[in-house]
């Protein structure tokens, strides 16, 4: 029966030991981790002197009795030795302990300076030396060690059911009662022996209080623990101290493994929502980059929209409106201003504003007097306002609503390293987040396609007033070669003229007086062509199409010829405004030559719209009854070519097919706008 309760008892012990050895190995992290190792060692040693314990009652022979004895002495105050060590690590971790408990490892010197001289006094009498080393063992090591381990369980398990995990607190619990349990029936209860207190707690002295009865147990002279001993156990419960050390043995083992194996499901608990946050962050981030990569797109659409429309051509004021409406939109403002210095850069005037869904230009004068605005085209320097941002500076940020505003965003507009004016952006809400410096760079972006478009815009003054120019050149160079020519040779006729009169030759006469006539009427008809087409190319107030059918109708009277003009487009034309300038000069071209060189009684021009691969084109024709030409030999060569240039530069094409003595067709293609570019032109409404 003993054997059987040795073996088990350190068949558990053994299994205490390898749990924790094990929990070592896995390199888990949890509040017992750095004293595994003292368990670890407590519980193979406890299982080792539980076998050892076994061989010795087994009945072995004399010398390997002795040995196993000798082995049992070193075991058993190592064994307490490391269970207290163990027992004051895990209950000086779980909270910090009053100052004066850091005199206990001190204190502890005192008993066991006194338990080695003892042993020294007592190892020379005639008494066995194992069993003071297992009373004091007992009492100093064992005893202190379990109640110390106890405790730091009991305060492990308040813990956690603090923290809400409830079947970690109830292992804990479990296993510093089990500690607790060991401390009596391991600690407590110990051999008799004729000296310190187990001359009073043996089972000798219990067995003759037994005798006589419950005046044993009311003499003070005994104690307590009169009765805490082997014998006394056995009578009073009908088991032997090894079998209740034995289930000790198991309740420390079973819970502190279960302890350890739901630590390890705590940690992986804990590492699971590690990784769900860590997947949550994941996927902040990756929502963060979605965000940022969608407003980039929509900086950059709208960058290259303002490009786009400065190509085209299209109004400054609606490009500055449309830079006012993006600035609004993207950065979430209340008010956007745009300034530019007067001629003498003396006041800053407000060129257009927008708040709300208003964008308008100024037609008035509004001077801009805010100092942080002044001071950002006095420095040409950005500038955001900041949360302690005097509220004093902010009141006219925004002339128009005239409402104070609660935050500020200003940068300068610089053309050729001048400062020409100010574009900010305001905030009138009082919960509305200040600017940052990200809306600071995106505003200098659209800064700089401010100062592109009116850069563009006066470029394209100067260009229009060298068209100017260039125009009245063409004009004079034609009336060189035209009307100086034919002057010239009605002065060299007036002197034939005259000579032959002299003469008196009135046939021939009359013949150079018909050729005269001829010169001057067709003069006559270059310069009134030269009127006309001056008159319908500078008539921007009018429609493409009125402006068509007004030249047309002038055209066939001035000319006698009959023109008819067929139109087949009921819908907007949608051709951008350079493309409709070439359109009429086009047809100017091609009439004039028919007046000039085709000799035709009728002409008809075709105006339709067509679709080519997907692409809305406006197609002109020009045809005539004339007399046809071949290109080679034709001297209409230098007007050909211009009508080519011409619908070439605005990404059209032109054909011309003529057969002699059958006329002559003009063909144009010119492409119309696609949607977007219809709505930067303002030819379609926003949606």
């Known amino acids: 029966m003993m054997m059987i309760i040795f073996f088990l008892n350190g068949l558990s012990f053994g299994g205490l030991g390898l749990a924790a050895y ?47 004895t ?46 080695i001289t003892y042993a020294a006094t007592t190892f020379i009498t005639p008494s066995p030396i194992d069993i003071p080393i297992d009373i004091w063992s007992r009492y100093l090591l064992y005893l202190p060690g379990s109640v110390l381990a106890g ?88 088991l032997p101290i090894e079998f209740w050390r034995m289930i000790s043995t198991f309740a420390v083992t079973f819970f502190v493994v279960r302890g350890l194996g739901v630590f390890e499901a705590l940690r992986k608990r804990q590492l699971e929502r590690l990784q769900k946050e860590r997947d949550r962050a994941q996927e902040d981030a990756y929502q963060t980059q979605i965000i940022a990569r969608k407003t980039a797109e929509k900086w950059t659409d709208a960058l290259v ?136 760079v995106w505003l200098e972006c659209l800064a700089d396609q401010a100062v592109i478009t009116i850069q563009h815009s006066l470029m394209m003054s100067k260009l ?20 100086a020519q034919v002057l010239g040779y009605l002065n060299l006729q007036v002197q034939t003229l005259q000579a032959l009169f002299k003469q008196g030759k009135d046939k021939e006469l009359q013949t150079e007086l018909a050729y005269m006539r001829e010169a001057i009427q067709s003069a006559h008809a270059d310069v009134r062509e030269n009127i006309l087409s001056l008159r319908t190319t500078l008539a921007n107030e009018k429609g493409l199409i009125s402006a068509l059918d007004e030249y047309i109708d002038e055209f066939s009277i001035q000319t006698g010829l009959d023109v008819r003009f067929l139109n087949e487009i ?70 050909l070519q211009t009508m080519y240039e011409r619908a070439s530069s605005v990404d059209g094409n032109l054909e011309i097919h003529s057969t002699l003595g059958k006329g002559t067709t003009i063909s144009s293609k010119l492409p119309c706008l696609l949607p977007e570019q219809m709505h930067e032109h303002g030819l379609l409404l926003p949606e």
């Not at 619990?173 to 407590?188: C, D, K, N, Q, S």
């Not at 939109?329 to 209340?334: E, H, N, V």
């Not at 229009?464 to 009307?483: F, K, T």
Request: some cysteine; hydrophobic content about 45%.
């Open 570 to 639: 009921a819908e907007p034309l949608n051709l951008a405004s350079i493309a409709e300038v070439q359109l009429i000069c086009i047809l100017q071209e091609a009439l004039a030559n028919v007046r000039k060189h085709a000799k035709a009684t009728q002409v008809e021009v075709l105006l339709a719209k067509k679709n080519d691969e997907d692409v809305d084109y406006v197609r002109m024709e020009v045809v005539d009854d004339g007399i046809g030409f071949a290109k080679e030999k034709s001297n209409r060569t230098f007007g």
């Open 305 to 440: 929209s303002i490009n786009r429309q400065i190509t085209l051509l299209v109004n400054v004021d609606s490009i500055l409106l449309e830079i006012s409406r993006m600035a609004q939109k993207l950065l979430k403002s209340d008010f956007v201003g745009l300034g530019l210095l007067n001629e003498d850069r003396s006041e800053l005037l407000l060129k257009c504003h927008g708040h709300e869904d208003v964008f308008e230009m100024v037609s008035t004068s509004i001077f801009v007097d805010n100092s942080l605005i002044l001071e950002t085209v006095k420095t040409n320097r950005s500038f955001r306002s900041e949360i302690d941002t005097s509220a004093e500076v902010l009141r006219s940020v925004c002339p128009i609503l005239g409402e104070s505003a609660q935050s500020i965003a200003s940068v300068p507009l610089v053309l050729d390293n001048l400062p020409i004016g100010a574009l900010w952006i305001a905030k009138c809400d009082e919960s509305a987040d200040i600017y940052s410096d990200t809306d600071l």
């Open 70 to 115: 000798l082995l049992r002495l070193l075991l058993q105050p190592l064994t307490g030795l490391i269970l207290l060590k163990f027992g004051w690590g895990i209950f000086k971790q779980m909270a910090p302990l009053p100052a004066w408990m850091s005199f206990i490892p001190g204190v502890l010197i005192v008993p066991f300076a006194y338990v």
């Open 464 to 483: 229009q007033s060298l068209s100017v120019v260039e125009e009245r050149a063409r004009i004079a160079r034609e009336m060189h070669d035209g009307l």
């Open 151 to 238: 405790a730091g369980f009991l305060r492990q398990w308040q813990i956690q059911r603090k923290e809400g995990f409830h079947d970690v607190a109830m292992l804990m619990f479990g296993a510093g009662m089990a500690f607790l349990f060991e401390a009596f029936v391991v600690g407590l209860i110990v051999p008799a022996a004729p000296y310190g207190p187990a001359s009073y707690y043996n089972y000798d002295r219990v067995a003759h209080n037994a005798f006589i009865g419950e005046q044993a147990f009311s003499n003070q002279a005994y104690g307590l623990s009169a009765w805490l001993d082997y014998k006394q156990v056995l009578n009073v419960t009908g």
């Open 22 to 68: 094990l929990q070592i190995r896995q390199g888990v992290n949890f509040p017992l981790k750095k004293h595994l190792p003292w368990l670890a060692a407590f519980g193979f040693i406890c299982g080792t002197n539980s076998w050892v314990e076994m061989f010795i009652s087994s009945g072995v022979d004399d010398n390997l009795s002795q040995t196993l």
